[in-house]
């Protein structure tokens, strides 16, 4: 997907395991081991990451050892690994260990459609099994946790102020760059930008975000989940999306990253320990109908193409073939409609749900969603 420039925002790629070209979310699917390739876009060219795996030691002119930072917070940086529902692959990411007993922030792309996450506490040892225990789609941030802490001494990573962030001020930002595992990558860069807004795209879904924190730090796939620290050691920020570009008649290359505040995320975490569900912050699973859908070639709406058995979608008589066109009276058009009328929704809620079958004939039903993968 060509990301195109926007009247409010920027067009990223996402920083985690599955990630397009241009500004996007920092995600890496683990199927493959190379850099994300570039498009070109009339005359500059769009790259998702090119670089960001190599370690940067220190800031030059800085006087920040982005080295002795990151060996004093690599004990508290995890790889994350998504093995998605459905048997579709894996996605990897980053995560901050924020809490002895094992809580772990990360960005919810990098959980999305989760079926399982394991994390690796710096790059090496044991794949540790994790539970997804909440996520906001809206704000992009999850809270993840290691299901068995004993015998482990995990480090709590230092959580800074982002409220007192500067731009000109010095950053390094670590994580698992490509999915390449190992001790995490480390890059330096210097704060361009305050409560940024983007657009940021995996290439298959996009999402807005807002209040970011701008970088000129290389952030590439895998990076998502990590953390962006300032000069004092402290996190500040958590890595989600970068961009790189060029000009094709050998202009200067541009690097753009892009970290939600610190303070946003811990208090989505805080929101989620609370046990309960509110607005687009999710705890536990996340509403599930059953169905897998895409385009349909012939009417407007979200085509089935499989209803997964003993699912509310099954209960309320879908099939294959059948194309949803409406949730609680909201006409749907397309499938990212209906991703998008569910993303406010929790398990336990209750929709009416419209769609047309092979035939031609419309139906409506009342449905209770089930807990599912979050999304």
Known sequence: MAPIAIAVGIVIALAAGVTGAGIGLALRPSSSTSAPS????????????????????NSSGSGVNATAIADSIDPSIVDVVNTLAGGSGLAEGTGIIISSSGLILTNNHVIDGAQSVTVQIDGQGSQLAATVVGYDPADDVALIKINDTSGLSLKVAPLGNSDDVTVGETV??????????GTPAVVTGTVTGLDQPITASDGDTSENLTGMIEMNADIVSGDSGGPLIDSAGKVIGMDTA??????????????????????????????IETGHSSGSINVGG???????????????????????????????????????????????????????ALEDLHPGDTIQLGWVDASGQQHTASITLGSGPPR
């Open 172 to 181: 390094v930002a670590i994580g698992n760059a490509y999915g390449r595992g």
């Open 286 to 340: 996340g509403p599930y109908l059953g169905v897998l859908v895409a385009e349909s070639g012939t009417v407007e709406g979200a085509s089935v193409e499989q209803v997964e058995p003993n699912t509310p979608a099954a209960t309320a008589g879908l099939q294959a073939g059948d194309v949803i066109t409406s949730v609680n009276g909201n006409p749907i058009t397309d499938s990212g409609d209906l991703s998008t």
């Open 38 to 57: 570039s498009t070109s876009n009339g005359n500059s060219s769009q790259n998702a990451g090119t670089g960001g795996s190599s370690s940067n030691s």
């Open 242 to 271: 970068g961009s790189q570009s060029s000009a094709s008649f050998g202009g200067q290359t541009t690097t753009q990253g892009f970290a939600i505040p610190i303070n946003t995320a811990e208090q989505v975490a805080a929101q």
